[in-house]
T-cell receptor, first 118, second 110 residues
Framework: SAVISQKPSRDICQRGTSLTIQCQVDSQVTMMFWYRQQPGQSLTLIATANQGSEATYESGFVIDKFPISRPNLTFSTLTVSNMSPEDSSIYLC???????????????FGPGTRLTVL | AQSVTQPDIHITVSEGASLELRCNYSYGATPYLFWYVQSPGQGLQLLLKYFSGDTLVQGIKGFEAEFKRSQSSFNLRKPSVHWSDAAEYFCAVGRGKLIFGQGTELSVKP
């Protein structure tokens, strides 16, 4: 089965700095998404990473704070910019499709990146 | 508004006992429903999903869920819980954008 990996798995950062999280899939996928899971909370969609164009952000999330890239069908990055302690969360990427590798209309999640901001 | 409610924040069951985790949803269109499990320090693993057809769906690890449109529910069940089932369970609804419930933490007593 296809593998989704994220780097780094965890990090501790100082406020005011930025961190870029990578999501790599070992096969081409149709859709890629980024979620945030704040401590003790559920998951919230940040944005849909679109290949070759700007990401589509959900209400409450902006490109300046969470720039996203998706240069091809297997890779995406999420940057958390100008971090504050409130950004301490687990950040997860998920992928969807194509049929035969990952099911369509079904999201499969990476292992997550645990970020602590001091 | 679209939402998912998992009424039970924490459940404790004895090993070998049956389990039912509740999930209620509010969704305007035909719901695509999912159950995921998250073990400590891990990502989310898909247990099962429902799109259409038979309202009782089977998943991995011996889990099943039943879709009840009249009750807007999609409860997860397992007839006999194992200690390794201790984890956080999330119900979700949607296509593309998934809306997650708050999660139910399952503890298993020996």
């Amino acid at each position: 089965s296809a593998v989704i990996s994220q780097k780094p798995s965890r990090d501790i950062c100082q406020r005011g700095t930025s961190l870029t999280i990578q999501c790599q899939v070992d096969s081409q996928v149709t859709m890629m998404f980024w979620y945030r899971q704040q401590p003790g909370q559920s998951l919230t969609l940040i944005a849909t990473a679109n290949q070759g164009s700007e990401a589509t952000y959900e209400s409450g999330f902006v490109i300046d704070k969470f720039p996203i890239s998706r240069p091809n069908l297997t890779f995406s990055t999420l940057t958390v910019s100008n971090m504050s302690p409130e950004d301490s969360s687990i950040y997860l990427c998920s992928v969807e499709g194509p049929r035969g590798v990952f099911s369509t209309d079904t999201q499969y999640f990476g292992p997550g990146t645990r970020l602590t901001v001091l | 508004a679209q939402s998912v409610t998992q009424p039970d924040i924490h459940i404790t069951v004895s090993e070998g006992a049956s389990l039912e985790l509740r999930c209620n949803y509010s969704y305007g269109a035909t719901p695509y429903l999912f159950w995921y499990v998250q073990s400590p320090g891990q990502g989310l693993q898909l247990l099962l999903k429902y799109f259409s057809g038979d309202t009782l769906v089977q998943g991995i690890k011996g889990f099943e869920a039943e879709f009840k449109r009249s009750q807007s529910s999609f409860n997860l069940r397992k007839p006999s819980v194992h200690w390794s089932d201790a984890a956080e369970y999330f119900c979700a609804v949607g296509r593309g954008k998934l809306i997650f419930g708050q999660g139910t933490e399952l503890s298993v007593k020996p």
